[in-house]
């Protein structure tokens, strides 16, 4: 039976790649279905995204590839199954509110394992959905003990990726670097304006004509994780800080949702602090 | 000497073609800087542009290439040199203006050979950039012999591309005819809302929210012709007609300078009733 | 104890209005917290919505202004009291779902009475957040009768305004001219563009770039009445109707979301076939 | 004859301004053709902008006005009289030539008096229109020495606005002291991201997915001005950092003429660090 799966190569760029790759595909009988690729000729770096329809035989697939590829070539095969993702949450319940009821509608292809926050708040909205929430407070805690119950909670769930929507707290190194490029968070801010706390304030202070948001892996350095996506909407001088927050919570779960889209869907590559989506 | 070209090719889809074309290019040595393809799955159509770079043979590489590909494809290998446009118009001069700064500039890779007026009101504009300026008035003609004026003008020069930048009357069939998918309009709304004439009277009429203005491909029906691009912006009860008229003038220009700039790449497959832009 | 009310005031244009108004609201030591007003110079008529602090003596107020004010002018007084909406929907959750997680986190200052479905479809969304649901079937039904039918049902819950999110049956004249301006309804299409069924497949076909929702008052016109608001997002050539579909329903539900609020605001006064936003 | 002239009063908060001041309208017998206020509810500060008709007694319509307004009310009267701009550039001719061509096509309410380049590039594109073009170079001079030699030129001709048309070189203290409020710059980056030199390289570095450009009135910090307008556009993963820079230009110039048409149409008020725009 015939099935989907998205390669994903990425290496150092070469001439002949796409026709060795492509060639390869021909001679597995796959169709291809979308091709993109990409190069940056900074980093003289090649990316490419396929998605493949046919029966796959991975084990030679990759035999192939792998003989006629470079040997630092990244190449990964993924295929339909739902990926699972763990949100984490505090108290504001729009971004886990869109994604709940878009997964809900079948608009995201994902399964919402487990939602944790460090406060109670959103339990009731999590369990309309029969999804499981924990609440792991960080009262009484240091910070590095408070990550540490989160990620073995996270662990027992085996997440592909983890969401912070509207997480409020910052997540200490090892914690993040436990997660590498898994970590998705919305900032409610057009990064790299406003970083670190109360953005909105901050806009309202400066009196910005427009306002942002930004999904972006984490990373060690505070909001300068590979950005994935960002967007905006216009103020003006009638908007409090408190309206531009309010305003604000549209944009933010928008652009967290469509950037969780991008990640499940395998169209998101992280090279160096950017990201290239194919 | 390494030259630049560009490779479209378009034929029924079949597998393999990817790696049939990126073979034949990497046989004759040439580099791919950007690959585009794009399968429209109802027509079952293959759609494929390579920026290439290299030296080429040309004769030898389309005979690689027809043998290849299928019979029905349509293969074209342009290069760097600038297009020749001539641009029509009536009145107005904002969208002619930008073309002219744009061109003056740089920001376009075009010779405007000429501009041609059903009025003399522009003469003076584009005289300032010493491009050849003709006025040829409808006045006591038919609409069919304005129109043989104005080809026979037009194939003096021999451009690519005719642009009409707010030229306000409608081209007879016959020469549309002549010019296929070569002739680009700027159409005042967002199609295919308020065709024909006065559109933004339409506009404020209906009371929208929103308007546009939309860059297509001249054919035989009015305002029917393949989309190149649009855009819009917004406005709310306080806008007069006029003051929409007014407000759409920005739109319009960016939207007509960078569909020109789509055609002068060749970045557009014009397949049936639409654009594909690659 | 000080209170806030919206005074919204409309007729036909004459000088000194906005002097005759704020006389009286000063005069009964209103405070103004903003004031809009605009006069539409084609129908030469006048509209104002004030916000009010103070205390208010509605009766003395109100004759202070029948008496200051042209004999036509329509003067309302509204309070800070939430307004009620009952929501008519098939089988699609986007629109409603956003409403009633809005709703949920307090975005919307709204009591949402019932959601009447025409299929069961959606009756576990709207029971988990404990708002009754009916579905009223159209089966062996004519128009008229299953209209009725709805008419009678939201009639028991004397609703403010009704909100069709995304119901997709016409409703018959008599039904229309029930609930005059109080029947708000969310089409997937940037109208005029599309008017009637299937507007993304209408959409596609017709290679569009950019595609749109608009949220408007019900009249008996289909697909004609007051746009109260628009909104728009980019698609090409790579968007199958299908898929046009599924990027359109953020714009959908935003758009509807965002025209309900303005209506549960007091920010809309419908004339002619327009709105005025103030 | 009748007269039309926008009335800018702007003053410390109380009860019954509006009243007040439509009151003193009215009974000059000045019809209100558009009225806009604002109050800054943290500053107490109260804005109105109000568009009058008729026949002005501006002496005795300021004395009432006087009369019956707090002290420290600042009152303007305005009339429609062609507003007088230098513009100041470098080597860039976008910005520029926007406003030349929008001028020249009227739809910019104004008067070119000079154009100053630090460089002679653009001499010959604003001599096409008939502008006196004034090259005064910065070599060999301090910055101080520069500015002197700029401020005595532009004093020539008493211009109500100096346009910083992509101008790129630091102005010092004194010369901004000198036009409080009347110097209008053009940034090439969504402010407050990318401060200083080269936003583009900057935006790039970064791997932002929107770009934008900022229009703001300067003051003594470094592009820490009241902002006037913003707008933005979507880049992704393909763009270099000049590629940034050329897809800029289109909304740097478009962003600058729309912010010189609104202190033209005399729609911006400057208060502490912020732009009221009514």
Wanted: charged share 25%; hydrophobic share 45%; with cysteine.
């Amino acid at each position: 039976m015939l099935e989907r799966k998205v390669l994903l190569t990425d290496c150092p760029d070469a001439k002949g790649l796409i026709a060795t790759i492509t060639n390869i595909c021909y001679k597995h009988q796959l169709n291809i279905l979308h091709n993109n690729e990409f190069v940056d000729f900074e980093t003289k770096h090649f990316f490419m995204r396929t998605e493949l329809e046919g029966i796959f035989n991975e084990q030679t697939f990759f035999e192939d590839l792998r003989l006629a590829l470079p040997e630092k070539a990244n190449v990964r095969l993924v295929g339909e199954e739902k990926k699972r993702i763990v949100i984490l949450v505090t108290k504001e319940a729009h971004c886990l509110g869109d994604i709940l009821m878009k997964n809900y509608y079948g608009a995201l292809n994902v399964e919402i394992a487990a939602v944790i926050g460090n406060h109670d708040t959103l339990r009731s909205l999590v369990e309309k959905f029969g999804i499981p929430f924990f609440c792991i407070s960080h009262h009484n805690l240091t910070r590095v003990e408070h990550d540490q119950l989160l990620a073995a909670k996270i662990d027992e769930f085996a997440p592909d990726y983890i969401v912070l929507a509207k997480y409020m707290r910052v997540l200490n190194p090892e914690f993040v670097q436990r997660y590498p490029n898994r970590v998705i968070n919305i900032h409610h801010s057009f990064l790299p304006a406003f970083i670190g706390a109360r953005p909105y304030q901050q806009a309202y202070e400066r009196g910005v004509k427009i306002i942002g948001a930004t999904a972006h892996f984490i990373n060690n350095e505070l909001d300068q994780g590979p950005i994935i996506m960002q967007n905006v909407i216009n103020v003006d001088h009638t908007y409090s800080a408190e309206a531009m927050m309010k305003a604000g919570r549209d944009v933010e779960k928008t652009v967290l949702s469509k950037a969780l889209d991008l990640a499940l869907s395998d169209k998101i590559f992280v090279f160096q602090n950017k990201t290239i989506i194919l």
